[in-house]
């Protein structure tokens, strides 16, 4: 069944996808100060790579990268933002030992021209989720999706190394101009829940007192009449998100300087 | 000659170039307080359109963003900087009527299944330029190559509009995350000079204190001992940009929040 599904796409494709284009989802994942990236293992192999597809004749680019982040890992209903295309000539040109890869896996030979062999450019989109929320599964092409520490990541196929740091570096300028924090944190939050988050996808120290009071001041987030106890005499503020706020600066844009 | 050119990329284009795949690029100029886009105007009619084209086999896509802005305008050395990938099914599709316009440039039929008919990804690319000091020329499928005012843009082919909306949200994103002026600004300049680029580019009022206030801080620029004299009682100190710190700025970024 998964040598035919796999033979067919490789015979058949062509007449599917748009050709010399492609697009690679990083999806970043946020729990408790850490920031993780999901990879797949390709099938009987120790190549990683970024779940990834190609893109259907009549499909927006957005429809394509949706179905296809759904297809490969089961996730789905996560924004996902285009934020760079990749296209340097010879960035995912597979190799002789690809193809016997492929044989391998399909029990059968496999042409030696099909359009996979084409120069490819792809569009790289990138989401950030609650990685203890979603349960990720690889597709029939892979072993494993799981997810790994940002600062340890496996060298990668193509140039999906590349791929995620530019996707990181968006991802960095993003959270300057537009809030983030709204399905990565539980609905009621302490500041110092909200102040890790930001400092894990920066990786850097943020002021103790500007940070919270530059949010407060663009009423992104407000203050409750609640407290959290978490141990003798520590009990802090709970505060949430003004999601009327939270959205309007998603779509008009902030500046943020802490 | 021209026919002959036409017909040589409608019928042999699909040999030498990737398919699918376009490039346009959104080339903004600045003149004291005023932000235009350069547009072409389709030869022997009255759509206007961008700058675009199409890439090479071998090309990198930067390399062919810089071939095709100065194969159609003539312009060279700007910096291009990628902003987004467009590509709705349907958003360049070309007309029984479109066809019929590059028989009767060819004079000449065109094959009804070229190439150029298939569904087009656009890779967009955008640029800023100070517009009074760059002299731009139509190509040989334009009758003009002109600069438009942002505020006055016509009608333009396929989502050409939309390319240019998207691409004025990329600039304005970026003037808040990297340094800009150097080259749209003379080398010596009053801080009203910058004051205007900036408030033109954003289209919105920016604080006469805390704008220069902020540029100083960071080091970008900085005061000489030099007035220029525009007036009785009226002698502005001169600034100019500190290369070393502008250069690490746009490396590595700034938050600007004026």
Known sequence: MIQKEILDFIRNGDKKFLHHLSIDCVIFGYHERQLKVLLLKWKNSNKWTLPGGFIKLDETLDEAAARILTERTGLSELFLQQFHTFGEPGRSERTAADIAH???ICKAPVPKDHWLLKRTVSIGYY??????QVN???DFLSDECTWHDIKAIPKLVFDHNLIVDEALKALRMQIYLQP???NLLPTKFTLPEIHNLYETI???ELDRRNFPKKLLSLGIIKKLDEQRSIGAHRSPYLYKF???KYDKALKEGIVLAF
């Not at 989401?127 to 203890?132: A, G, K, L, Q």
């Open 102 to 104: 492929l044989e391998s």
């Open 202 to 204: 920066l990786d850097k």
């Open 242 to 244: 003004d999601k009327r």
């Open 136 to 138: 990720p599964q690889p």
């Open 127 to 132: 989401s950030v989720t609650e990685y203890s």
């Open 180 to 182: 983030i924090g709204y």
